[in-house]
Nanobody
Framework: QVQLVESGGGSVQPGGSLLLSCTTS????????MAWYRQAPGKERELVAS???????YYADSVKGRFTISRDNAKKMVYLQMNSLKPEDTAVYFC???????????????WGQGTQVTVSS
């Protein structure tokens, strides 16, 4: 069973920074695409940023220039550095990854439980 666990969420004032981390555990042969999603109250879950196994990145327009996604392939971890935070960044942030547990089978898309980020003065 593969598990993803997020950490680093919390409360911060506008303009502040947070670093989110996501650890993976379980039977893992390799991790392909990794991503961060977020879901604000009353809104649909949205993609914030993603990174491939070769470190090609994607960012939502709303976070470009403020957020940076990175990964440590040896540790099978993904990070999200969030700077210049705004109240509209308030949401539960979820880690997502395509995990290959068996090289002879397809990768499985896995989700973490989420971590709350609140930006407020």
């Amino acid at each position: 069973q593969v598990q993803l666990v997020e950490s680093g969420g919390g409360s911060v004032q506008p303009g502040g920074s947070l670093l989110l981390s996501c650890t993976t555990s379980g039977i893992i042969f390799s991790v392909n695409r990794m991503a961060w999603y977020r879901q604000a109250p009353g809104k649909e879950r949205e993609l914030v940023a993603s990174i491939t196994s070769t470190s090609t990145t994607y960012y939502a327009d709303s976070v470009k220039g403020r957020f940076t996604i990175s990964r440590d392939n040896a540790k099978k971890m993904v990070y999200l550095q969030m700077n210049s935070l705004k109240p509209e960044d308030t949401a539960v942030y979820f880690c997502n990854a395509d995990v290959l547990s068996d090289p002879f089978r397809n990768a499985k898309n896995c989700w973490g439980q989420g971590t709350q980020v609140t930006v407020s003065s």
